[in-house]
Each structure stands twice: as C-alpha cells, then as structure tokens.
C-alpha cells in the first residue's frame, strides 16, 4: 500500500462508514484521508486538484454520486472517481462517458477491498471495472467476467 503524500477524498454522508474507512486505511498505512459531508462541501471546496482519488457515495442525501462525479471530470478530469455503494445496483453503461470513475464497488464487499481498490487507483493502476453481484452471491472477478476486485 502506498503512503500517499496527496490525499485521498471520501465523500460520503454515512459518518460511521467515513470512521471505519478512515481507521482501515491508517491501518493498511493508506493515512491521508479527507472527507466531505455532502455535495455542497466540495463544491465550496478549493484546490480540488490535490487529491490523488476520490471515493464518492452513490447516494448521497441530495445528490447522487453520479452527479459529484460529473462535476470532478469537469473540474479535475485527471483525477479518478471510485464509486461505492451499500445498495445493490450494477453499474449502468449509460454512465460509460464518466472517464474518471475507475471502479465502482459495494461497501458490502468489506472495508479491506474497497480501501484496498482506493489505494490502487490513487496509484493510477490500471484494471477493468469492478463491480460485485450480491444479488446472487455471485462472486464476478473472475477473469470470464474480466471484473478485478483484489
């Protein structure tokens, strides 16, 4: 795991998730993270660019995180997006023009992947989209799948 000097950015409105996201990457020596409440927050947010990676909520209170990722490839395309979710809900291909989300993944598939998979993209590794049918209990990474979650 890499100690990023540039920051990680949560942005999620679960205050309990945003602890046990924040513990578990001190943990994994992941340390830098900071995180907004809501969409309102990063917009009034300044240097935007100093995140090596965001990790936004799929829903959050007013927003979708659908719409905060729209809003970074406008102001910081060349920084990428994880998406994460607590619901079940595949990624849908009509997002396919959101070039910087690089991964979307359930919080239900445990704190050590998704921080694990944070830390992989704040390092710019390349991988396919991941994403995790619960639904089934179907583990999708699989290389038939061509779906990677570590």
């Given at each position: ?84 979710s607590?619901?079940n ?35 710019g ?26």
């Amino acid at each position: 795991m890499g100690d990023s000097v540039q920051p990680i950015c949560l942005i999620d409105d679960d205050l309990i998730f945003g602890e046990s996201f924040r513990r578990q990457s001190q943990k994994l020596m992941l340390k830098n993270v900071e995180t907004f409440n809501n969409f309102e927050e990063v917009r009034k947010a300044k240097n935007l660019e100093r995140y090596s990676c965001f990790v936004v909520d799929y829903d959050l209170e007013d927003e979708t995180g659908i719409e905060v990722a729209k809003f970074l490839q406008e102001k910081v395309p060349f920084v990428p997006v994880v998406i994460v979710s607590a619901t079940n809900r595949p990624w849908d291909e009509q997002h396919d023009d959101l070039e910087n989300v690089k991964a979307f993944v359930s919080k239900w598939s445990g704190l050590n992947t998704v921080v694990t998979l944070v830390d992989l993209v704040a390092e710019g590794k390349e991988f396919p989209m991941m994403v995790r049918d619960f639904s089934k209990n179907n583990d999708l990474t699989n290389s038939s799948h061509g779906i990677y979650l570590p």
